[in-house]
C-alpha cells in the first residue's frame, strides 16, 4: 500500500506542475523509466530517489513519507478542489474525490469531457463495476453493443467487464462523476 500512496503522490505533484515523466527524469536525475513504475505503485523507491524527486519537485521527503504513513479515513474534498490525476491531449481530464483514502474499496472521480472527446475505438473492458452520472452536458454510453444517451441528472452503472464506450455528445465540455469499484491503479 506504501507505494500505491508514494506514487500517486509523486503523480499529482508532478501534473500540479505540468511536467511529463521525461521532464521531471531530467530534473531529478531519475530515469523515466524508475519515474512510470514508481507513479503506478510498482516499485518503492529509495530514500536517495525519493529526495532526488522531491528536490526537482520542491518538496520535502516527508511529504511523500507522511501521507504513505497514515492514509486517510475519511477525505473531505471542497468544491473544485480534488487530485488532478489524468490528462489527455487537453480532451479528458480526470480529478479524484478520494485521493488518499486508506484501502479504498472504491474511487469517485470528476471527469471533464472537450468537445467530441470519446473513450476510442473498440470497446473497455475490465475487472469491476461502474457508476456515472453526467454534471453537466451530454454523453453517449454503448455498452455491449446498446447505446444510452445520458443528459444532465442521469446515470449509469454496468459490470465494467462488459464491452463498454463512451463519447461527448454535448456542444461543450461534459462534466461526469464516476464511481470505480475496485479503484483503478492511476
Known amino acids: 500500500m506504501v507505494k500505491k500512496l508514494i506514487g ?22 531519475v530515469s523515466s523509466n524508475m519515474i512510470s513504475r514508481i507513479e503506478r505503485g510498482l516499485t518503492t523507491p529509495s ?12 518538496l520535502s521527503l516527508s511529504y511523500f513519507v507522511e501521507e504513505a504513513e497514515k492514509g ?8 473544485g478542489k480534488g487530485e488532478p490525476i489524468f490528462f489527455f491531449e487537453d480532451k479528458h ?13 472504491f474511487s469517485v472521480f470528476v471527469d471533464t469531457l472537450e468537445p467530441n472527446c470519446d473513450s476510442g475505438e473498440g ?11 453526467v454534471l453537466e452536458g451530454g454523453v453517449e454510453f454503448t455498452i455491449e453493443g446498446e447505446a444510452f444517451q445520458l443528459g444532465e441528472g ?5 459490470k465494467a467487464s462488459t464491452p463498454h464506450s463512451w ?7 461534459t462534466r461526469i462523476l464516476w464511481v470505480v469499484s475496485p479503484p483503478p491503479n492511476v
Open 72 to 79: 486517510s479515513q475519511v477525505i473531505f474534498t471542497p468544491a
Open 167 to 173: 463519447r461527448n455528445t454535448g456542444a461543450g465540455q
Open 47 to 58: 530514500v536517495e530517489i525519493l529526495m532526488k524527486l522531491a528536490d526537482a519537485l520542491g
Open 123 to 133: 470497446g473497455m473492458v475490465h475487472t469491476g463495476e461502474e457508476f456515472a452520472m
Open 154 to 158: 442521469d446515470s449509469i452503472g454496468f
Open 8 to 29: 500517486r503522490k509523486l503523480k499529482s505533484s508532478r501534473l500540479k506542475r505540468d511536467k511529463t515523466i521525461q521532464e521531471l527524469a531530467e530534473m531529478s536525475r
Open 93 to 105: 481530464q480526470i480529478t479524484s474525490l478520494t485521493q488518499g483514502l486508506r484501502d479504498p474499496g
